[in-house]
């Protein structure tokens, strides 16, 4: 648990408006999914734990799409339009009318740059300074801007179209996060001018017009791996697989088994309890919690799913959206659950699909059982009650109830309500026809001759 910061109120603004034209998508850069979510859900995760009175994010290229990614990210997240894209100042001068009336400090993120970590967000609003500015020290600073720094204090940054020769040469390079005071940003963002290499008003020209004001600027420093940012596919891809390589290990230390972490691909949200164990090849989408003592087998697709201590899953198992597991739950090899939950001790062993039911505890489910939860307009529900048993191939038409300790016969239709200690076939009488077997194959096989 990262230390919580004692500076009184935050806001943090996310700058997510660029179009990112070297992804070479319609689709907006912040959109682009790295460990399951949007790259701007990272951003407002690590945002999140400086706990923030409110959150802004500045859109501008494909803005109604953002606008609906993040309201389904963090609903009470306010959207800032940026409709021309004239530098990182001007998307926080569409700001200002949403933070009138707010005091406290500022937070500048960068919905494209995923890595910054809880610590070093509290480390930065904490600084004992009026402006205070994340950087790092690159191994190739190319093209970043630079930190100009004389003893504590940050004179000012210059951006590399701007810098001279020996101001290229420094190593110390800015993040573009910054913290600063809300009532010295609102003085000074309406002075930003854009006579720079570029003609866009930068942000980081904040550092200059304070210390011109006599204000204090500071320098956090953080790992550079923190500050990677995504601007083309194979930064997205290597993002990726730096994000499930920190996400593997943290896993491990948090005392999970993992068969061969190498095969195991997480989300950003995936929440797993000490002494899970998780098989080869299994992808955890968003919204999955995993309790402590379950055991996932190989080659599982989880999403938005509950699994409870005791339970365990696959191997080749789906659970979609709303799938909740109870205790000591099992579900075997080729079963999909959604919008379903199981109670303790149900068992789901195979080939089967769980779609809108409630199954009570106990109840056996056989294999190429269907609950046939869809008219093709309206979903219906199917409800199972406890101690059930379902026989192999059942085709469960809802809306429909099975009672408790209720069986259906195997390959039955179940169209009507079963009551509680009933057994229910719904399947054709069957009919033997002797030898006609022979004669129906002996006549298949002539004609194939014939032709």
């Known amino acids: ?113 995923p890595f910054i970590g809880a610590e070093t967000l509290a480390a930065l609003i904490k600084a004992p300074a009026d402006v205070a500015v994340l950087g790092f020290e690159a191994a190739d600073p190319g093209r970043y801007g630079r930190l100009i720094v004389e003893g504590d204090e940050l004179q000012r940054i210059v951006e590399y179209k701007d810098a001279t020769e020996a101001e290229r040469a420094i190593a110390l390079c800015n993040s573009g996060v910054m ?90 949200d995936t929440a797993i309890g000490r002494d899970a164990v998780v098989g080869q090849n299994v992808v955890f989408g968003p919204g999955v919690t995993v309790e402590s003592g379950a055991e996932i087998l190989p080659f599982c697709h989880l999403e938005g799913c509950h699994i409870s201590a005791g339970a365990t899953v696959g191997p080749f198992a789906r659970l979609r959206p709303g799938a909740e597991l109870g205790g000591d739950v099992h579900v075997g090899n080729f079963v999909e659950i959604k919008n379903s939950v199981l109670d303790e001790g149900v068992k789901v062993g195979h080939l089967t699909y769980l779609g809108d039911a409630h199954v009570g505890e106990r109840t056996n489910i056989g294999a190429g059982t269907i609950t046939c939860n869809y008219d ?37 239709t179940i169209t009507d309500n079963v009551p509680d200690d009933a057994l229910a076939i719904g399947r054709a009488r069957q009919v033997t026809k002797p030898g006609l077997a022979s004669r129906l194959m002996a006549a298949l096989r002539q004609k194939k001759r014939e032709h």
């Open 179 to 268: 913290a600063l005071d809300a009532d010295l940003l609102r003085s000074l963002i309406a002075r930003l001018g854009n006579d720079n290499a570029s003609g866009e008003y930068y942000l980081t020209d904040l550092v200059a017009l304070a210390r011109a004001e006599g204000q204090r600027a500071r320098v956090v420093i953080c790992d550079e791996a923190e500050t990677l940012g995504i601007n083309t596919r194979a930064e997205l891809a290597a993002a990726e697989a730096a994000f499930q390589t920190r996400a593997r290990a943290q896993a491990l230390a948090d005392g999970v088994t993992l068969a061969d972490p190498a095969t195991v691909w997480f989300a950003l």
């Open 1 to 113: 648990m990262s230390e919580q910061p004692t500076t009184g109120p935050i806001a943090l603004i996310v700058l997510a408006a660029g179009q990112g034209s070297r992804m070479q998508s319609d689709l907006p850069k912040v959109l682009h999914p790295l460990g399951g979510m949007p790259l701007v859900a990272h951003a407002l995760a690590a945002g999140r734990t400086l706990e923030p009175e409110t959150v802004i994010v500045v859109a501008g290229h494909g803005a109604e799409a953002v606008r609906r990614s993040v309201g389904k990210l963090d609903p009470e997240a306010k959207i800032a339009l940026q409709t021309e894209q004239l530098g990182t100042g001007h998307a926080v001068q569409q700001t200002i009318p949403q933070l009138e009336g707010f005091s406290g400090k500022v937070m500048v993120l960068y919905g494209d740059t």
């Open 376 to 412: 093709g307009v309206m979903k219906h529900r199917t409800e199972i009650g406890v101690d059930a048993f379902i026989g192999s191939d059942t085709m469960l038409v809802a809306p429909v109830r099975v009672g408790d300790r209720a069986m259906t016969g195997s390959g039955s």
